[in-house]
């Protein structure tokens, strides 16, 4: 857990306001719920001269992000930028609930109308943050770290990958499936083969990843196993032609699907759900190519996996070496809300509200 345990301590640069791509719209409040627009405009014939402070805070222990991001938004689009007083805690803080993670002070009508759109980027950052930090968190409990891939590609629209990317990289995801997703922290994406380029050969496994390696020489040479529903065969397959070159195999069968090993070994099944890529799958696959001799050959294993099927192979000792994760990383399940807690100094907050001061926030310059 070190790298992770680094990143919460605040150990990343801040990022720029040139990293993010800003819709212009969001200056015409296309973007801010209705009453915010309505109530910037009376602000502006009413009561300009009114400075208020703005806290932001969440109800969960959380790993924060997306406070560069909110940052930069003010920057670009708060009337006077210069004249807010910012106050903020930094992405990887971990953070508890009710804690205040953001301060904003100034005349209401300069930044109000923005409110939404900061709850809205700190719920989804944080939530994405939160999971891949408890996903890796549980592909460490043996004891030996497991890498968590971040493979997110297909389970929202493409716009959101460049800030989930890093979200991921803040909760301590360091290899993702897009250049996308890689863009805010100046990588590169990473994947081996999808089951599309086996079925273009055929469904012959060999032939695929032969032109892989032929193509991509330098990358670590990793097979999918799983496109005939045979993972353990074809595993043995690859491990036999490639020998010391192949470095791993990846399983990602459907969890519709019960693996030939089973369907060929019948007095197995009775004691475990055979479907998808499960433990004495991944046990049996680890024993065929250990007693061939094939031990250097590491085990990818992807579809469906999240925190509590992770915890779970972790606790059984399932001898899996990295872990590819997609749709649960992605469920926002960390609200933020943004509460107007001061005016002109003066403690003056909706009830049940109130200003909660925070020793750890920093002052933005």
């Known amino acids: 857990m070190k790298e992770i345990e680094l990143k919460l301590k605040g150990e990343i640069k801040r990022l720029t306001n040139q990293t993010f791509k800003f819709d212009e719209r969001v200056k015409e409040g296309w973007f801010s719920a209705v009453y915010f627009l309505k109530t910037k405009e009376i602000v502006e014939k009413y009561l300009t001269d009114n400075i208020v402070t ?79 930090y408890n996903a890796i968190k549980a592909a460490g409990i043996s004891g030996k770290q497991k890498k968590v891939i971040f493979m997110g590609d297909r389970d929202d629209h493409y716009i959101t990958q460049a800030g989930d990317g890093y979200a991921a990289f803040i909760g301590g995801a360091t290899a993702q499936a897009t250049h996308a997703m890689n863009e805010w922290w100046g990588k590169k994406g990473m994947g081996t083969m999808p089951h599309a380029l086996i079925q273009v050969f055929n469904g012959d496994l060999v032939a695929a990843t032969k032109a892989y390696k032929e193509t991509f020489p330098e990358d670590e040479l990793i097979a999918l196993v799983d496109y005939n529903n045979d993972a353990i065969t074809d595993a043995l397959k690859v491990a036999r032609e490639f020998g010391d070159e192949l470095k791993g195999v990846r ?51 992807s579809g469906g996996f999240n925190e509590n099927r992770i915890h779970e192979f972790e606790e059984l000792g399932v001898p899996v070496d990295m872990y590819g994760v997609g749709s649960s990383l992605l469920k926002i399940n960390i609200g933020f809300t943004g509460d107007n807690v001061m005016i002109n100094g003066k403690h003056e907050a909706k009830a049940g509200r109130k200003y909660r001061p925070n020793q750890r926030l920093e002052k933005v310059e």
Do not use: W
């Open 54 to 132: 703005m806290q932001f805070f969440q109800k969960s222990h959380a790993v924060l992000c997306g406070t560069d991001e909110v940052i930069a938004l003010l920057k670009e689009f708060a009337k006077n930028p210069d004249e807010l007083e910012i106050f903020s805690l930094k992405d990887g803080d971990k953070i508890s609930p009710f804690e205040t993670v953001l301060t904003i002070t100034g005349p209401y009508q300069n930044f109000g109308y923005l409110e939404g759109i900061i709850d809205g980027i700190l719920a989804r950052r944080t939530s994405v943050s939160t999971n891949v």
């Open 251 to 301: 399983v990602d069968t459907s969890r519709t699907m019960i693996d030939q090993h089973f369907v060929r070994n019948q007095h197995l099944l009775g004691t475990f759900d055979p479907r998808g890529v499960n433990a004495e799958l991944i046990f049996a696959l680890r024993k065929a190519l250990d007693d061939e001799g094939y031990h250097h050959v590491k085990i990818v294993v």
